[in-house]
């Protein structure tokens, strides 16, 4: 049954709901009541209200579960503690302070260890979620070798064809693509797709997301206008399975105008984006992350189209909104930050680009470390930068400890490293 447009209802409904819930658990300890119930209520909410982006409001029904949980009746190794504990690091990671959402996952596993064994699924589920944190924060090859050993422990406890087993399938061919390896990415979650279609069906949800990585690494490992042509046909599914103002469906859209504009089609993208814009404006809201990440995607499209002015006042307006929503710390703020000293550069402004460029690569390192590859990415943005400024020298300088990190950090065979390499050879001969 297509469910059009009930997304939106649930998320109207959820921030309705934050009142009467906050308002029912608290009636509910005067009166005594056992605390189980309300923090269970209170967790399903604000996961729910994390989900469809809600963070502002999801966290006091957080913070409140947590307070619930200090009772007597629960205490600090309850089950029920240990999830709230669960949601309040991923919503810590959710708003961008991904470095204290692994920190907290990771302290969260030693008690549920201790707690609740190594093969119990919450304690598996852990393991998931700390990697996944790890891998965001920076910690990409740790992440890899995290989600290898948790499949396998999958694979004992669950069984090669649990639910559970084929996500973190998914989740290791992902991280597998972050480190620079697309090509095997792809032919993981191709594999992957052959038994979601043989366990679950074709038109379940975790099939449809199989079919979107494998499309988005195909495109990533080079193969662009496939990658287009497979999301213009998981469109069409995600239409009639999820219905069109479904938040998967919207994204689809996307992905789609993405690679469109990556196989040359750039104006069609741009119209493509334009209108998702609208849409998700509509369903989810004008603050919503992903509606913010469309209006990135939009002005990084006219940038590839060459209206670079247009596209660094569009990163300077969603800059603005970013810091107020998101924070600005937070890692989207940061990549606008980015866009933004880019399209500068491009549009002639160099030297202030490249003043912005210094700016941003002190604050990414004091809040992503100074090893993250966004990190060591804005490093290479300012020494090209510096060198389009007629530093050549420092330019090959800079790229020349930058490779050294890359090589250290990415390993020698990642994409970046040997991009890094080629301009490092480039700017040795500019600068003689």
């Known amino acids: 049954m297509a469910v059009s447009g009930s997304p939106t209802g649930q998320a109207v409904a959820a921030g309705r709901l934050f009142v009467h819930v906050a308002a029912a658990t608290d009636h509910a300890q005067r009166l005594g009541a056992a605390p189980l119930l309300a923090v269970s209520v209170l967790n399903k909410v604000s996961e729910f209200l994390v989900d469809t982006g809600q963070l502002d409001t999801a966290r006091p029904l957080i913070d409140r579960a947590l307070q619930l949980t200090q009772t007597r009746a629960l205490g600090a ?77 999958q694979i004992r406890v669950l069984g090669a064809d649990h639910p559970n087993t084929l996500i973190n399938r998914g989740n290791l061919a992902f991280w597998l693509g972050r480190a620079g390896r697309a090509r095997e990415a792809a032919e993981q979650f191709e594999q992957l797709l052959a038994d979601h279609l043989r366990v679950l069906g074709a038109d379940h949800p975790d099939t449809l997301t199989t079919r979107s990585n494998l499309a988005n690494w195909l495109g990533q490992a080079g193969h662009v206008q496939e990658a287009a042509e497979q999301f213009e046909q998981l469109l069409a599914d995600r239409v009639r399975v999820l219905g ?29 984006f334009e209108r998702l814009l609208a849409d998700q404006a509509r369903v989810l809201g004008a603050d ?24 660094a006042e569009q990163f300077e307006r969603l800059l603005t909104d970013q810091a107020r929503i998101l924070g600005a710390d937070h890692p989207d703020t940061l990549s606008t930050r980015g866009n933004l000293a880019y399209c500068l550069a491009e549009a002639g402004r160099v030297q202030e ?15 992503l470390g100074a090893d993250h590859p966004d990190t060591l990415s804005i490093r290479g943005n300012l020494a090209s930068c510096l060198g389009r400024a007629g530093r050549a020298q420092e330019a090959a300088e800079r790229f020349e400890q930058l490779l050294a990190d890359q090589a250290r950090v ?23």
Request: net charge negative; charged share 20%.
């Open 77 to 153: 190794d309850h089950p029920s503690t240990l999830t709230t504990r669960s949601k309040q690091a991923s919503w810590l990671g959710e708003a961008g302070q991904v470095q204290e959402a692994a920190e907290q996952f990771e302290r969260l596993l030693a008690d549920r260890l201790r707690v609740l064994g190594a093969d119990h699924p919450d304690t598996l589920t852990t393991r998931s979620n700390l990697a996944y944190w790890q891998g965001q924060a920076g910690q990409v090859q740790e992440a890899v070798g995290q989600f290898e050993r948790l499949l396998a422990d």
């Open 288 to 311: 919503h992350p992903n509606t913010l990440t469309t209006r990135s995607n939009l002005a990084s499209c006219l940038a590839r189209a060459g209206q670079v002015q247009e596209a």
């Open 244 to 272: 069109a103002d479904h938040p998967n469906t919207l994204t689809t859209r996307s992905h789609l105008a993405f690679w469109l504009s990556r196989a040359g089609q750039v104006q069609e993208a741009a119209g493509q």
């Open 410 to 432: 990415l390993g020698a065979d990642h994409p970046n490293t040997l991009a890094t390499g080629h301009a490092l050879a480039y700017w040795r001969v500019r600068a003689g």
């Open 353 to 367: 680009a490249a003043g912005q460029f210094e700016r941003l690569l002190a604050d990414q390192a004091r809040v």
